[in-house]
């Protein structure tokens, strides 16, 4: 590139001019240009994330008055069955009976019911093994049965037999009063 | 120029890549290496902003698109959703929205660049012709997107330009049926138009990539329309005009931010905020902004299939320019006679901008009494409009074949890098005023 | 140096162009202002609050406002917000004011049709069960959604504002049909119902809606005089936070990214100055 013009253009290796050396100004409108991308970035990805009234919809309050003795009744709660059941005292005595039995997911039944409130098990109607609904009182355990592969829960929504590997989920919920909670 | 690859793989990875998809050999010759005169002003700097701009639609697009319904009962709604409910759905939906303006200022801007630099002349014809099938692409774009929200002005706009259709003989009324899918705009076209808003962009990035690559078969014009003659004449596109481009988009996004963020509304209409109403037309039916000085064409013909075919001839025309201007000169740097038409062009466009807004039979002053002439007073709108209308086809079909063979250009330097470059407009003594050879 | 000028002019056109946009006959709206405009413009949480009581206690009989819930009032930004609450759905204030109100529902044991209290996740129930009821009950005009009514007029809350404020008797020479109101700042074109002479057609139209508004007729709770031009400034602040009740955090955003933009803005033409020094062009 030899210049014989005068004026030309630059001569890029020439000492302390050569533009490709990282000067900290252009390190610096570099950085910058990565921030505003990155800065736009996640308002873009949040987006994706539930908007609002999906997250109004987020807490349900339920009345308890509804739920029967021996049934349960099931309601939707983000998108996904909600069992509501009204366990006898046979039912309530059976799962005791099991807190120490060879657990796949070990718990305890006061673990997965509120102080007090033993008879109501709020749970969420997943099964935990590929997504199906289990069907109420079905298996030989007298929980409940999930019908697509098999999976067995007991009284409290243990696992017992089948491919699931956790028990039945317990919701983050509270009592508002002793016949109404709020479930989310 | 397109001139044999500089490019020398460096690693390993890089040797067996090259070998097998010469990518990044394309994009060193393309955007790292590739020779660009070194002269260029700020006004070469929109086609940057003008790619960026269509990435900006396009994601802001693709997120709205996950949170919009395209049906007439829930549009609307799904609209007010995005704003209120969705995380920074309000910053999504107004960089969109105000980010369609900022794509046509831009590309206005970048139109008028090459008008006045003669940037459509030979041998960059396809160049330009490509250019226009890009803002074809980008007004239809503009239109169906304009729609979706089914606002008053958005179903009555939509009602508006597909009767133009209807205006066309024979075969009008069923390409118009066609669109709305049934005896008015309603649903159907509502849907239809969302898939078409949806699919137009990705075919004005594939045009883009066609002009890129016109673009680069003689490289870029420059401020004086002289040819590059040698490598002094030109630097490497990075890091020098990567960076240029890089501050004129920082100052463009400042603009665009202004709009965002503080007058988010003010370059839409009001009435787009009531729910379409099929019975009940607004007072008046305004396109976008970028669309009014061609509203105001179609307005000025009071025959409405003629309306309709001069609205499509001033686009048209854009097309042939190339074969229309007989100016031996590329730049209206050395054009002076040219450049008082073009600027009294730039105020027509403006003129015809302004009257679109209006209603034809508004008073451009206001007054009581008047002079009617033929069809209404000659203080309205539509009389300026008709004004403004006739210097816009004059300009492209008369004055500039026509000046090209009379007027006397000023001195043209011999090349980008001789002396004359810092006084562009001076013809220096003893300078040969060599007329560039076409092609 | 002429480019320039042509520049100029040509902006001053456009800018001259823009409020002219079609000659309607209805008075410009007055010159009042709010907390919320200008880049810094905020909302005042006490004037909204007024604001919805107007909206509740007297436009709510007739006007829908679809896009809102009663879970809108106590979000970031909205009258009731509560930083201890961030889920407006836990928001007690929120929770009563949702619970005052009844909204349909459909009992799932029977299939009826019900009445429940509001919570905060219900929207804000519609007056009329649909638009043609609304229609009938109302002259045959449904009172319009006002959910976005601030930006759905030019002018918003200030037309909004002036519109309340505005009923008068219509002048002599104008006759206004029973059911109709005449109202200066309300677009529409009277020269039909004018009787004087056709140069001095009184401004304005006939609205079908009664004047809403009236002294005392809502009692604010923080004690202030409840005149009609008091009511009428706080609804309409309040229908301009319901219209956007982001505006806030635009502009809080908007600050960061414009002084982000200005900083970035000096970085780039630092480094292209420092770049192009030594070539000539």
Known sequence: ?184 | MSGHSTYEPKSGFERWLDSRLPIIRFANDTIVTFPTPKNLNYWWTFGGVLSLMLGIQIVTGIILAMHYVPNADLAFNSVEHIRRDVNYGWLVQFMHANGASMFFLAVYIHIFRNLYYGSYKAPREVLWILGCIIYLLMMATGFFGYVLPWGQMSFHGAVVITNLIGAIPVVGPSITTLLWGGFAVDNPTLNRFFSLHYLLPFMIAGVVGLHIWALHVPGNNNPTGVNVKSETDTVPFHPYYTVKDGFAISVFLIVYAAFVFYMPDALGDAANYVKANPLQTPQHIVPEWYLLPFYAILRAVPNKLMGVLFMFAAIGTLFVLPWLDTSKVRSMRYRPTARIYYFIFILACLVLGVCGAHAPDDLVIPHSGGVQFLDADLDSYVWLSRIGALYYFAYFWVITPLLGLTETPLAVPESISSPVLSHPASAPAGAVASPEKRG | MLRKGFAFAALGLVLLAGPALGATTEKEPADVHWSFEGPFGKFDKEQVQRGYKVYREVCSACHSMEQMSFRNLGQKGGPFYDPKYPNPNNNPVVKSLAHDIQVKDIDTDTGDVISRPATPADKFPAPFANEYAAAASNGGKAPPDLSVMAKAREGGPRYIYSLLTGFRNPPAGLTIPTGKYYDPYFPGDLSGSWHGSPKAVPEGGMIGMPPPLAPGKVTFDDGKPSTVQEEATDVAAFLMWAAEPKMEERKQFGFGAMIYLLIFSGLLYASYKRLWRNVEH
């Not at chain 1, 509120?114 to 093994?129: D, E, F, M, S």
Request: aromatic share 8%; proline share 7%.
């Open chain 1, 1 to 184: 590139m030899a210049d014989t013009v005068a004026g030309a253009s630059p001569d890029l290796h020439a000492s302390g001019d050569d533009p490709n050396r990282r000067d900290f100004i252009h390190i610096a409108a570099g950085v910058a240009a990565l921030g505003a991308v990155g800065g736009l970035a996640w308002p873009f990805i949040d987006q994706m994330n539930p908007a609002g009234d999906t997250l109004a919809l987020a807490s349900i309050e339920f009345d308890l008055s509804k739920v029967v003795e021996g049934q349960q009744v099931v309601v939707k709660w983000r998108g996904k069955p909600l069992f509501v059941r009204y366990r006898t005292a046979k039912e309530i005595e059976a799962a005791i009976k099991d807190d120490h039995a060879d657990l796949r997911d070990p718990a305890t039944d006061e673990s997965r019911h509120k102080p007090g409130k033993a008879q109501y098990l709020v749970l969420v109607g997943v099964c935990t093994h590929l997504g199906c609904v289990p069907t109420f009182g079905g298996g030989d355990y007298g929980g409940w049965l999930c019908p697509c592969h098999g999976s067995v829960y007991d009284t409290s929504g243990r696992i017992r037999r089948g491919p699931a590997p956790l028990n039945l989920a317990v919701p983050d919920y509270a009592f508002l009063s002793d016949s109404k909670i709020k479930v989310g």
